[in-house]
């Protein structure tokens, strides 16, 4: 799916629930995408209109445009509690040397990375941090999580467009750009 508010959703109650989300990049072939679904054992699939095409025969979908309010139905819960080295993502590399390959990272480590993140870029509630890389990505995954840790408000674009990219820093008061060198940080807050 693109960039939504849905998909971030999607991502922290499938850890809720205990299970582990494996973000499909969905620029990638369908063979490679075919075999992400066997390698990971996906179980469910998140889409949305836009990639509605992408189909991993015998894993049911959730469409984000027409079916996701009904699979919000309401009723009892018990979240999982994880331990520190539960697995929490499961995101899978290109493929640029072969066949893409899954990389398990814990829930100690995530939280590590996002702590050493808010402080090392001394985030804090008023900060706004715009995410236009695809939330498949681990870069766009890791503003998210570091902005939402910080208490910062996200804006987040469905997809990188570059107009509504640099317009958008100036409407929503940008202060945190997901994958800009620090140096523009710099010139940002100044």
């Not at 984000?64 to 009904?70: S, V």
Request: with cysteine.
């Amino acid at each position: 799916a693109l960039n939504r508010t849905e998909y971030i959703e999607a991502l922290y109650g499938t850890m809720r629930a205990g299970a582990i989300p494996v973000p499909l990049n969905i620029k990638l072939p369908a063979e490679a995408l075919a075999f992400i679904a066997r390698d990971a054992d996906l179980k469910l699939l998140f889409i949305d209109a836009a990639h509605g095409k992408i189909s991993l025969p015998g894993i049911p979908t959730v469409d984000f445009d027409t079916g996701y309010a009904d699979f919000l139905k309401p009723g009892p819960f018990v979240a999982v509690e994880p331990t520190p080295g539960d697995v929490c993502l499961q995101p899978y590399t290109s493929g640029s040397t072969g066949r893409p390959k899954g990389v398990l990272l814990t829930h100690a480590g995530q939280a590590w990375q996002i702590d050493a993140l808010v402080k090392a870029r001394r985030m804090t509630p008023d900060d706004r941090v715009l995410v236009a890389a695809p939330l498949y990505h681990k870069n766009a995954l890791v503003w998210t999580k570091v902005g939402m840790a910080a208490g910062s408000s996200l804006v987040l674009l469905a997809r990188f467009d570059q107009r509504l990219y640099v317009e958008s820093i100036g409407r929503y008061k940008v202060t945190r750009l997901s994958g800009v060198p620090t140096m523009f940080h710099l010139i940002l807050n100044d």
